[in-house]
């Protein structure tokens, strides 16, 4: 069954989709004199069993997903074909590398040399690309992605399915330091944290992403180690972390205890990229702030815990939306936003960045 909603024509725009663990997301900017208004958004959730080690095993599972969220959830309209594409960044190896200075086709040789010493896969298996994040006379430092050519493949897959044209496919960091940017304070040296359903994210941003990482500690597993804990179901749990989370309650100790390796791995990694941040952009410039986002970010308590422990302020990316105008669509609730940073991430893709490359 091909997916055909009246709302789709061939245009420039592009809309973004944000494909997560069990939900998928979509979301169209429209930007007229400076103005950016938000055309279309919407969610829909589909059976995990669709994916497998971020492979799209199951695409008909998403098709239906996708149909029912065009036709049942979708607020606005999306009106064109082109589409952003967001990669699970717990699916993807990246990581910062430093090189003599070297010509493009060297520089590019270079590259496959390193990925080959630290990604335990095949480089033809590997779909590779990289950005200079900064250039002196005797070195070049670079930001490298690299992703198994399965994952990508069945993304196109899929979009084939979906009959849409994909421009873009992009780990969930990039897509979210674009939103980053629109951020008043995204100037300052800063780590970025996406709390998804099974994992952390962490970059350090400062102009561009410089490193990134990520430990096991998204929503999901909170929810679980509270359930274990407390000896309740996970759908209790849940309920519990969404209201108290690790703020004064009558189960705090208990909650705090439960969440304590998860929050450990967290620390521990943010202490570890600073490190990397200081012993090669210090001492003159330092992390400035802690930014939050992803579902997991909403847990009441959380932020406070981090500042606490870390010495460095922490809040959750909010103020970006200030700069969209919903004009008449109902907007999502405050809490639900954080979910949408990266699908909004991609929708403020200009296609003319993509053609020009």
């Known amino acids: 069954m091909s997916i055909k909603p009246p709302y789709f024509y061939k245009d420039k725009p592009v809309f973004g989709l944000d494909i997560g663990h069990g939900t998928i997301k979509v979301m169209q900017l429209e930007t007229i004199n400076n103005k950016t208004t938000i055309i279309g958004y919407g969610t829909a959730h589909f059976d995990i069993k669709a994916l497998e080690e971020g492979i799209i095993v199951n695409p008909g599972i998403i098709r239906e997903a996708v149909y029912d969220l065009f036709h049942h959830h979708l607020k606005g309209v999306i009106t064109t074909r082109r589409v952003a594409m967001a990669l699970p960044a717990y699916r993807t190896f990246s990581r910062a590398i430093q090189l003599p200075k070297l010509d493009e086709a060297e520089l590019r040789e270079a590259v496959q040399l390193e990925v080959e010493q630290y990604i335990p896969m095949q480089l033809d298996d590997l779909y590779l690309d990289y950005n200079i994040t900064r250039s002196t006379p005797d070195s070049t430092e670079l930001f490298v992605i690299a992703v198994p050519k399965k994952i990508i493949d069945s993304y196109l897959a899929l979009a084939k399915i979906l009959d849409v044209e994909p421009i873009l496919i992009e780990p969930t960091v990039v897509a979210d330091s674009r939103f980053f940017a629109k951020d008043k304070n995204s100037g300052l040296p800063s780590i970025i944290i996406d709390f998804g359903s099974q994992t952390a994210n962490i970059s350090i941003l400062d102009k561009t992403i410089l490193t990134t990482s990520t430990v096991e500690a998204g929503g999901l597993v909170f929810t679980q180690a509270i359930a274990e804990k407390l000896g ?94 919903f004009d008449d669509l109902k907007p999502p609730a405050q809490a639900d936003r954080l979910m949408f940073v990266t699908v909004a991430g991609l929708s403020l893709l200009d296609p003319k960045e993509v053609f020009a490359a």
């Open 232 to 325: 309740i179901t996970v759908k209790e749990a849940g309920e519990i972390k969404t209201r108290y989370g690790l703020d004064k309650s009558v189960a705090q100790k208990e909650i705090i205890e439960a969440l304590e390796p998860s929050m450990q791995k967290i620390v521990s990694e943010i202490r570890r990229i600073i490190r990397y941040y200081d012993e090669h952009y210090g001492p003159t410039s330092k992390v400035e702030q802690i930014v939050t986002l992803g579902g997991g970010a909403n847990m009441p308590g959380l932020a406070n815990y981090l500042t606490d422990i870390l010495k460095i302020p922490v809040r959750t990316l909010n103020n970006p939306w200030a700069s969209f105008d």
